[in-house]
């Protein structure tokens, strides 16, 4: 059967086609500018990419153009004959509805458009992808896989807010979660590799990469994470801040700032690209930092402190660790910011073999001594992957 992942933002598309069971990728792509004049299209398969101009007034043509060039141009058709069996689609919020992806009926599309109060920026573009998908292939299975789905396990006392408790009762105002099909997919993986059952494993997943987050995993279900009601809480990111003294922003309210010019200040002008005012791409902030940019080097240590300060945390939350995990483009890729990570938390058990880690960049491998204390593990991330298995299970069960 032919999977297809879908991911819509705002303006635009990301997809992958993929072969079920088996998860092999036939095709991968991205529609961007969706509403504008000219919309683009990358799409890649049999390792070449093909890169072309549009028309893509809404989510509806885009769709339409992606599942053309997967049927009739250069991917995927002959690598696979037949329509496509299912869709899957990732859906950020799923507030404590969903503990699990879900085959998407009208009550489903319903629970999406509540919990839009949420996730305003996300829920509504990712509903308008679902809905122009059912339109396209309406004989074809259409899956949600929510970001907050693996974390619907974390007990109240962690999900909690020291805030009014009728907040909660009233609006939702409680910890959710996100990034939660990759901690899914690497707390599993981890298991794996370390020869345990799914349930078998304690472990701190870190998830670092533009938006990134840390979770507490106790047998194989998520017990706390970094992120909150919104992606904005936890440890800096490319440009969110992560956690703050709320008093800063009435501190700063009361000095003229009103409350869209803080909420652009804390999403899209701070994390690290706010510390080293340069960018918010690790790769260049490490560049800058080892020509002596101080504020780029600022940036990554302040970034690597804050995320060591979650994996402590998470330690004594969890009493006993197994292995911390790192997956995302950081977390994956960047050798230095793992070991800066690691610095320091020997008396933790948490030791990193340094050769090790410098021969692990972009692939999965253990990085810790193997002195018998807690594994260290790089597993690149799949969520689009995790999102085909979900969806190819609910559409033949
Ligand atoms: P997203 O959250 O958008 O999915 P990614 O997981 O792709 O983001 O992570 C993007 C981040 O990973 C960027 O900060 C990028 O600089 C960083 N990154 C990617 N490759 C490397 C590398 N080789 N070294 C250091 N950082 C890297």
Not at 69 to 77: D, K
Not at 273 to 294: K, P, Y
Not at 320 to 339: L, M
């Amino acid at each position: 059967m032919k999977v297809l992942v879908l991911n819509c933002g705002s303006s635009s598309i990301k997809y992958q086609l993929f072969k079920m069971p088996g998860r092999a990728l036939l095709a991968k792509g991205m529609v961007e500018r969706i509403g504008s004049k000219r919309a683009t299209m990358v799409h890649q398969n049999r390792g070449k990419k093909h890169e072309h101009d549009l028309v893509a007034r809404d989510h509806e043509e885009a769709i339409t153009a992606i599942l053309d060039t997967l049927m009739n141009g250069e991917g995927g058709a002959d690598d696979l004959p037949g329509p496509i069996g299912a869709v899957g689609h990732r859906v950020v919020h799923g507030g404590e509805a969903f503990t699990g992806s879900v085959r998407i009926d009208d009550a489903v599309l319903a629970s999406i458009d509540k919990m839009a109060q949420l996730a305003p920026l996300h829920n509504p573009p990712n509903l308008t992808g679902i809905r122009a998908a059912m339109h396209a292939l309406p004989e074809a299975p259409q899956v949600a896989c929510f970001d907050t789905a693996f974390h619907t396990s974390i007990p109240q006392v962690a999900y909690t807010y020291a805030l009014p408790y009728d907040l909660y009762e009233k609006h939702g105002i409680r910890r959710y979660g996100f990034h939660g099909t990759s901690h899914r997919y690497v707390a599993r993986r981890a298991a794996a590799i370390l020869g345990r059952g799914k349930y078998e494993i304690n472990c701190i997943t870190c998830h670092l990469g533009n938006g990134s987050s840390i979770t507490a995993v106790r047998e194989g279900r998520s017990i706390d994470t970094s992120m909150g009601l919104t992606p904005l809480e936890g440890v800096p990111m490319g440009t969110r801040c992560g956690d703050i003294d709320p008093a800063i922003l009435f501190f700063l309210n009361d000095c003229g700032y009103d409350i869209a010019t803080l909420n652009t200040l804390c999403n899209k002008q701070s994390g690290v690209l706010g510390i080293s005012g340069r960018s918010n791409d690790m790769r260049t902030l490490l560049e800058e930092a080892s020509r002596g940019h101080q504020r780029a080097q600022l940036a990554i240590d302040v970034f690597c402190y804050r995320v060591k300060k979650y994996i402590g945390a998470y330690q004594a939350a969890l009493g006993q660790v197994d292995a911390v995990v790192f997956t995302g483009g950081i977390g994956e890729n960047a050798v230095a910011v793992r070991e800066k990570i690691c610095d320091g938390l020997a008396p933790l058990g948490i030791h990193l073999d340094r050769p090790r880690n410098d021969q692990v960049i972009g692939k999965e491998g253990r990085i810790d001594t193997g002195d018998g204390g807690v594994a260290i593990l790089v597993i690149p991330t799949d969520e689009e992957g995790a999102i085909a298995e979900d969806t190819y299970q609910l559409a033949i069960a």
